[in-house]
């Protein structure tokens, strides 16, 4: 199965607006600045659930792009979401790009981002 993979752009798009998004909510639910766990489990446990069950976040959806598995092109399930979040949260691991753009995040879950409409060919 050949997945074209999503434009970097795009992609720093989506996960902007779920940092912004998730700073938000941990703003409402506690002092970031005390608590500064706060806004990086949101994302992560945004990210289990999100991609977990459908496959893009809010942010994702905003920016069409979405998360398949890189086998089956379809949702990766919520173990390896979680798993996927956690080892992008250093953010260096998104930096690390093989041949098909995908980052240490996307290669330990074994998926990849796509663009959610067809590309033209």
């Known amino acids: 199965m050949e ?9 720093f798009g989506a996960l902007l607006i779920d940092w912004l ?3 938000l909510i941990a703003g409402a639910i506690a002092d970031p600045v005390r608590e500064p ?10 990210y289990a659930l ?7 976040t809010v942010g994702m959806k905003l920016m069409r792009i979405r998360v398949v598995s890189i086998v089956t092109g379809g949702v990766i ?6 798993l996927r979040g956690i080892v992008l949260l250093p953010l260096v691991t998104a ?14 879950a074994g998926s990849i981002v796509v663009p959610t409409e067809p590309t033209p060919q």
């Open 77 to 82: 399930g919520v173990p390896r979401a979680l």
């Open 50 to 56: 999100f991609l977990g069950f459908f496959g893009q």
């Open 37 to 46: 766990w706060i806004a990086p489990g949101i994302l992560v446990v945004e």
């Open 95 to 108: 930096l690390i790009l093989d041949r098909q753009q995908r980052g240490l995040h996307d290669k330990a």
């Open 3 to 11: 997945l074209t993979p999503a434009p970097l752009a795009r992609r």
């Open 21 to 23: 998004l998730c700073l």
